[in-house]
């Protein structure tokens, strides 16, 4: 069995949540990170970068650059009281807060009186060949967007090189502009994953033609498995994004909703290419099962045709195995007691019999094409 087939699997965090709680209850996974607070303030001219793992390291940045657009970009979410204290900051709904730190949200955009939050769904291969899934959320609220991810994997590194170059409207589009970038980069990503598996579909379909065995089916159901994974987020991704698109709240201009429609179709390519891929791993999945069955088949067939050509030589050796006597003990002769038994060279005779039958059955067969097909 291939190492795709052992290694592959979906590593997911398991919910942590009391049935009845109250709800904006902020309960924080055991397995969680501790936060790194990375804060780029920036404007037109002038890009400052401020790092730490506080709220007094958001709360001096803000301060000393409150003429900037601010994104702060935190990965990790080790720390209940950094979410508090965000969220007392910001004024921000404690449902909100407890959806940041519930990581297993649906892809979806909620508009507030003042803010806008909506949730993604990142997805990417790690070192170790798995299939990571985890939660993007985003708050943005007049010129500050507030980025939190459960990894410390720098997922955003285009974005910040787009941000130190200045080049393009990314600087003075404002945090809506972020918001639209970062949702795209998780889009452009999903690209790479579906990528990536269709090269192992390639190679499975390969594989399948070359040298079939069940290893293949492994393989095709756990690459389906993969794309059921990436359907799930895809598909309210393409909801979250329309009503972005949909949205009248001033974060999101009108600019930022023509980078959006393209952002759409985009997500609209991902879905048909899930489910082109589906439909290709049930496709190898169902043709193995066929090759196993016709090679049954096959199997079955010069099982049969071995049986068929035996069948008349059985008969006639059990026949004349039965051994009845030609004659009575005072030496008269038995009528119809298998005079054969007493011929000279009759056991030359049988076997004469009995090669050509076999010889026959096999001449018919093979004029009926039966061997041309084994």
């Not at 943005?140 to 507030?146: A, L, M, S």
């Not at 979250?240 to 390519?269: F, G």
Request: hydrophobic letters at 40%.
């Amino acid at each position: 069995m291939s190492s795709f087939t052992k290694r592959v699997h979906i590593k997911n965090r398991k919910h942590k949540f009391e049935v009845g709680e109250r709800p904006g209850t902020i309960n924080i996974p055991d397995d969680a990170l501790p936060p790194q607070i990375v804060i780029y303030s920036f404007n037109e001219t002038d890009l400052q970068t401020r790092e730490g793992s506080d709220m007094k390291t958001i709360t001096q940045q803000l301060k000393k650059c409150n003429e900037h657009t601010h994104w702060i970009k935190i990965n990790g979410l080790g720390d209940a009281k950094l979410i508090e204290d965000i969220g007392t900051f910001m004024g921000i709904n404690q449902l909100v807060l407890e959806d940041v730190v519930n990581t297993h949200q649906r892809p979806k955009f909620d508009e507030y009186d003042n803010y806008v939050f909506g949730t993604s769904r990142i997805i990417f291969f790690n070192d170790d060949n798995e299939l990571v899934n985890c939660q993007f959320s985003g708050i943005v609220k007049d010129n500050i967007i507030i980025s939190f991810e459960e990894s410390h994997k720098d997922y955003f590194e285009p974005i910040k090189i787009r941000l130190q170059a200045g080049k393009g409207i990314i600087r003075t589009a404002g945090p809506g502009y972020i918001f639209y970038a970062l949702t795209d980069t998780i889009l452009d990503n999903y690209f790479v994953v579906l990528s990536q598996i269709g090269d192992r579909i390639d190679q499975t379909e390969d594989k399948l033609y070359e040298s079939p065995d069940k290893s293949i089916m492994f393989e095709a159901q756990q690459l389906k498995r993969t794309l059921i994974v990436i359907r799930r987020s895809c598909w309210p991704e393409r909801d979250k994004i329309n009503d972005m698109i949909r949205s009248e709240s001033e974060l999101i201009t009108k600019d930022v909703k023509l980078y959006l429609r393209d952002a759409y179709d985009h997500c609209i390519q991902a879905m048909d290419m899930v489910e082109s891929y589906k439909e290709v791993t049930s496709s190898i999945i169902d043709l193995y099962l066929s090759m196993v069955s016709n090679r049954m088949n096959e199997i079955m067939k010069v099982l049969t045709i071995i049986s068929v050509v035996f069948i008349p030589l059985t008969f006639i050796a059990g026949i004349y195995g039965m051994n009845f006597s030609h004659t009575d003990e005072h030496g008269h002769v038995i009528p119809d007691n298998m005079p054969e038994l007493y011929w000279h060279h009759g056991y030359v005779y049988a076997i004469i019999l009995m090669l050509g039958i076999g010889v026959g059955l096999l001449f018919i067969f093979w004029k009926k094409g039966w061997f041309n097909k084994l």
